[in-house]
């Protein structure tokens, strides 16, 4: 009963280095959603992803922040040159193509020092 | 127009008692209203879920009452018990767009036993 899932679920980075968190959805599924988790707050959408295509980055950072979900492997959210103001919980979530609900994975806590 | 408010921010409630949380929105085109129970360290949880053409939808000892014409809906948890405590998100989406959900500040709840 393999659901959402990510890794690494804990990473540490230096301010500069690259983030790379990384996302398999639950079988079946074929769309990816990235929220981010600032402590003591709600999760905010980042991105909306479907095979090969981008469909919605409309709350992805202009600058630094890039994602991808492959036609084989999985979802890629990668952050560039980090800043400790990245530091936060990031979720990924997945849904088939027909349904509204979508299921989160354990997330990815990345802390950046 | 995209906010989705959330309240309280904490709730205290004796074991046995009833658990009220409540959402309010603006976007008329939102047509999904899920509830998501996060525990802490693990990602949100689907607890329950509506859609605009019913106002209440049940599953076991959680109600969602949902109002249209006051864009507000609201999660009961009948007979809470010290294992509900977690922080619930409400969230609203539409369909029409691409499916991401904008989520409520959270309400962190806590059942005294």
């Known amino acids: 009963n393999a659901g959402v899932m990510q890794n690494p679920r804990h990473l540490v980075r230096r301010r500069g280095q690259e983030a790379r968190l990384r996302c398999s959805p639950m079988k079946g599924h074929s769309h990816v959603y990235w929220y981010r988790q600032l402590p003591e707050e709600g999760l905010k959408f980042m991105v909306y992803?479907?095979?090969?295509?981008?469909?919605?980055e409309s709350g992805m950072p202009k600058e630094r922040f890039s994602a991808e979900f492959p036609k084989e492997g999985p979802s890629i959210l990668r952050i560039q040159q980090v800043v400790r103001g990245d530091s936060a919980a990031y979720f990924c979530?997945?849904?088939?193509?027909?349904?509204?609900?979508?299921?989160f994975g354990p997330g990815t806590r990345l802390t950046v020092t | 127009q995209q906010q989705v408010k959330q309240s309280p921010q904490s709730l205290i409630v004796q074991k046995g008692g009833i658990s009220i949380i409540n959402c309010a929105y603006e976007n008329t085109a939102f047509d999904y209203f899920p509830w998501y129970q996060q525990f802490p360290g693990k990602g949100p949880a689907l607890l329950i879920a509506i859609r605009p053409d019913v106002s209440e939808k049940k599953e076991g000892r959680f109600t969602i009452s949902f109002n249209k014409s006051a864009k507000q809906f609201s999660l009961h948890i009948m007979d809470s018990q010290p294992g509900d405590s977690a922080t619930y998100f409400c969230a609203a989406s539409n369909a029409q767009g691409a499916q991401k959900l904008v989520f409520g500040q959270g309400t962190r709840l806590t059942i005294n036993p």
């Open positions: 979530a997945s849904s088939t193509r027909d349904t509204y609900e979508q299921y």
């Open positions: 992803l479907q095979k090969e295509n981008i469909i919605d």
